[in-house]
Structures are given as C-alpha cells and as structure tokens.
C-alpha cells in the first residue's frame, strides 16, 4: 500500500475549461475527503464520503463542482467552466470509518492553475 | 459550528530548542479528536500526533507533545529539540468521533515554523 495517490500533480487549463482530477485512496478506508487549500490558509473542506454515498458537500462547492466515488474506490473531482478563483491546491484525503482516533491520511494535492 | 483558532501566524526557533504553537477550538461536544499535522513546503500534509478529548493524559511522539486543556479548549503543540526537518507549516485541526456522519476534519489557518541553525 503506498498512501493515498493523487493524479495529475499539476494542471494548468485556460479559464472556461473543464478539468478533473482523480484520487486513489488507501485500500481499506472507506471514507474519502477533498479540500481545498489556497496559498498559506489552510484545508477548506469541499465534500466527503462514505464508501460511494457522497455525505455532505460543503457551501463553498458551487455547482461547477462534482464529485463522485463509483463503487466506493477511487474518486474523480471534476470542475466545470474553470475561473481563476479556482486556482488552488486540492487535497485528498482518507480514512476508516472505525479507527477510532484515526486522522485521515492525505495524498499530495493537485495544484490547479486557471490562465 | 466548530471552529479552530491558531493564534501565532509564523514563529521561529533556534535549532535544538523547544518551541511551542498554540491551538484554541470551539465546540459544543463532549467527545472529539485534536490533531496536529505538518506540511512541509510543496510535500505532502502527514499526521504529527492526536488526542481523543475523554483521555487526560497528553499524548506525546518522540520529541512532539501536547497540552491539552480541555476545559479551556486549548490543545497547543510542543517540539523540541527543534531541527531543521521541523520547518514546515503546522495546521491544529478538529474532528468529531468517527461513527457520526458529521467527522470532516476541520482546521485552523496554520502556523509557520521557522528553524534557525
């Protein structure tokens, strides 16, 4: 097992462009994360879930945004119609339901920039 | 709504000594967990130490400890001797127990630690 995996590592994309961008969690969590983290702030939270059933979307997630975990596996965040707003790190992260204490592990982030 | 406060924006310590980052949360529940994690510059965000809030004894990792004052909701983190690998952003967070549907973690704005050789 090699932590959660994140895929691209960057993207660069023309304002008004559709990207999305991919996580591999740890095998065995069934809970998954993205944030959001702009520079010097920290995590904002965007969405979670639990095995594929999406739990809560955060106010800061527009309707540009989607997330998605077919089969509770790996997920796709994909943005739509990109604006420079959107130029940020995204971070993945995950962890098991019952791990008690257990933080959740974070992948390395795509950081997306909007020209 | 839950809420995690780091006070000190950038802090710096001579290399071998013991600093501190302070942490101050709001919450209404009884039971939670305190995280402190650390981000490197461009590397990836990795747990440092947690605390569940029904245990008083502090928890502690090798040279990283804290002080956590439940009743003052504080949870502030001590390093020491302090080396230059510690140089990092260090963000304070907050999570309900995990069998609630309401666990995303939350987290403060982040402290910056400098290391002066």
């Known amino acids: 097992d090699t932590g959660v995996s994140q895929n691209p590592r960057h993207k660069i994309t023309k304002r008004g462009q559709n990207v999305t961008f991919r996580c591999d969690p740890i095998?065995?969590?069934?809970?998954l994360y993205w944030y959001r983290q702009t520079l010097g702030q920290g995590p904002e939270f965007l969405t979670y879930?639990?095995?594929?059933?999406?739990?809560?979307k955060s106010r800061l997630l527009s309707d540009r945004f989607s997330a998605e975990r077919p089969k509770g596996s790996f997920s796709t965040l994909e943005i739509q119609r990109t604006e420079q707003g959107d130029s940020a790190m995204y971070l993945c992260?995950?962890?098991?339901?019952?791990?008690?204490?257990?933080?959740?592990?974070f992948g390395q982030g795509t950081r997306l920039t909007v020209v | 709504a839950q809420t995690v406060t780091q006070s000190q924006p950038e802090m710096s310590v001579q290399e071998a000594e013991t600093v501190t980052l302070s942490c101050t949360y709001d919450t209404s529940e009884s039971d939670y967990y305190l995280f402190w994690y650390k981000q490197p510059p461009s590397r990836q965000m990795i747990l440092v130490i947690r605390?569940?809030?029904?245990?008083?004894q502090n928890a502690t990792e090798n040279r990283f400890s804290v002080n956590f004052q439940k009743a003052a909701k504080s949870f502030s983190l001590k390093i020491s001797d302090s080396q230059l690998g510690d140089a990092a952003m260090y963000f304070c967070?907050?999570?309900?127990?995990?069998?609630?549907?309401?666990?995303?973690?939350?987290f403060g704005k982040g402290t910056r630690l400098h290391i002066l050789p």
């Open positions: 992260a995950s962890s098991y339901l019952r791990s008690g204490a257990g933080g959740a592990f």
């Open positions: 095998s065995e969590h069934n809970r």
């Open positions: 967070a907050y999570r309900r127990p995990t069998m609630n549907r309401d666990d995303k973690i939350i």
């Open positions: 605390q569940e809030a029904y245990k008083q």
């Open positions: 879930f639990q095995n594929e059933a999406q739990l809560e």
